[in-house]
């Protein structure tokens, strides 16, 4: 036993040494910072007129005439990544995460809560007009992509065709609806105290459009079809926004009939299948952890199922359990796909941290197998997740634009990459623009805040604005990035 013991702790020893010097990598103020940078990166994709706050000052007034020529107003929400497209489908899931994150961490914040808020707020504002203008429909998208991508044109010189499109009783789009329900209910949460009736307004339209999405089913992809597919194709159907819309609903709501139908509906949703991821295409990793909250708080039997999804989930991603099957880099970050991957990292982060919320909540722990994590075990691992992200990582680099020493500078995205109005007033045409995008220079614009895809599995990464895999930023990854910060900034100020 003394040998074994020896070796035991010969093994441990370096270990608790590295974790000790993980944890003193960055302080609660370098939290803070990232944090006020990842909301920050909003302003950057902004579409429609500029406040006179607008903190990111070489952005500029852009799609002001969206949905006119089809008798509506369209004008304002988010570009979703590097190009000048409004897809309705990750912009939605954008809303409903940095809702989720301001509801589970919002108390972490400080003094950005009130600028996550206004973040939300840019978003719902458009996502009311899209879902209120014409009764019986639901407008997803502005901007054709595929003319859109010939061009390299920053948003404020845009002249390619602004098509609108949309979903109806006769042309269904149960996903990208759901997700649009599950958005406006979240944020009525997150407005709550603060703007009643705002709060009020984004529920009453969330049930419409929860409404629409169940009685009106189909997905999206089979109406649009490629003017959203491949570039937001709904590839895991629209059963899983049904329930995770419902499950919101319920959250928002807390009516029963919304809790009838997630336990009449769950098991044709995909309550009863495991998942191991959880993106603006797919929420049923997320729902079950969202729902687990229920049996944790209530020990609803209905509710166990979610709990044991959720310990799935969590186990998957553990190395060591029995339930183990994810992919780490020799870094230690995790890997999912060669593009754009930090999308999962920063969802799978939140949901980590949000579950083990839960679990500290109702002293609860994950049961994988015949082995338990607590959920300490979570907030560790999320936390090497993070750091990862903001430059403790083989590279030495962020990646996140404008946060620490290194990180990218040739970021794939047009109102970055190519001069401003302020320093070319100018126009820019479609075909000039793609001087800049090849160009070997830094991005004259720094879009502070933006996480972008990543590194790939053997943790190199090429700063290179024509590689969009690994250089372009999305809302949707940002958006549960902020709730993760949040978290940990708020753990040296007693939160």
């Known amino acids: 036993m003394a040998a074994a013991a020896i070796t035991i702790m010969q093994v441990l020893c370096p270990t608790l040494l590295s974790l000790a010097l993980l944890s003193n990598a ?4 370098d939290y803070s910072d990232a944090l006020e940078k990842s909301i920050l990166f909003f302003e950057g994709q902004r579409s429609g007129r500029l406040p006179s706050n607008q903190r990111l000052k070489w952005r500029g007034n ?17 570009y979703d990544a590097g190009d000048n497209v409004k897809f309705g489908l990750p912009m939605a899931f954008t809303i409903t995460m940095l809702s989720w994150s301001v509801i589970e961490f919002g108390s972490s914040m400080q003094s950005q809560v009130g600028d996550a808020k206004t973040a939300i707020r840019w978003g719902t504002d458009y996502l009311l007009k899209a879902a209120t203008a014409t009764p019986g429909t639901l407008y997803v998208q502005v901007g054709d992509p595929n003319m859109d991508h010939k061009c390299w044109e920053r948003p404020e010189d845009m ?17 990208v609806a759901a997700e649009t329900a599950a958005a406006l209910a979240a944020a009525s949460i997150v407005f709550k105290e603060s703007d009643p009736s705002y709060s009020d307004r984004l529920l009453q339209t969330a049930k419409n459009v929860f409404n629409f ?7 999206y992809s089979d109406s649009l079809n490629s003017v959203v597919c491949p570039f937001y194709c709904s590839y895991s159907g629209y059963q899983d926004e049904l329930l995770w819309g419902a499950s919101w609903m319920h959250r928002a709501t807390q009516d029963n009939s919304y809790l009838t139908y997630i336990q009449s509906n769950g098991h044709t949703m995909g309550s009863d299948n495991d998942d191991f991821s959880f993106s603006w295409d797919d929420k049923r990793a997320g729902t079950k952890v969202l729902l687990s909250k229920d049996f944790l708080e209530k020990s609803d039997s209905e509710f166990q199922l979610y709990k044991s999804h959720s310990d799935n989930y969590i186990c998957s991603l553990v190395p060591g359990t029995s339930g183990f099957q994810a992919q780490y880099t020799p870094g230690g970050l995790l890997y999912k796909a060669s593009e754009s991957n930090l999308q999962y990292v920063t969802t799978t982060s939140f949901l980590l941290l949000t579950y083990a919320k839960y679990l500290n909540a109702n002293g609860g722990v994950v049961t994988c197998g015949a082995s338990t994590v607590t959920a300490e075990s979570l907030i560790a691992q999320a936390k090497k997740q993070v750091d990862y992200i903001l430059g ?39 075909d000039n623009g793609f001087q800049y995008l090849y160009a070997s220079t830094p991005n004259p614009n720094v879009l502070a805040g933006a ?12 700063d290179d604005r024509n590689n969009y895999q690994q250089s372009e930023p999305a809302t949707y990854i940002n958006a549960p990035f902020v709730g993760a910060l949040a978290f940990f900034a708020g753990k040296g100020t007693g939160n």
């Open 159 to 175: 002249d390619t065709p602004r098509n609108v499109y949309k979903v109806s009783t006769q042309n269904p789009g149960s996903d």
């Open 26 to 29: 960055f302080t609660s103020r």
């Open 451 to 462: 996480v972008i895809g990543g590194p790939d599995s053997k943790d190199n990464f090429a």
């Open 392 to 430: 403790d990582n083989p590279a030495k680099m962020s990646y996140m634009v404008g946060f620490g020493e290194r990180y990218p500078t040739h970021v794939h995205h047009r109102g970055s990459s190519v001069p401003s109005i302020q320093a070319h007033p100018g126009r820019i045409t479609c």
């Open 62 to 78: 852009s799609g002001l005439s969206d949905g006119a020529s089809y008798h509506v107003d369209l004008v304002g929400g988010y």
């Open 213 to 219: 999405a169940d009685r009106y089913r189909g997905s």
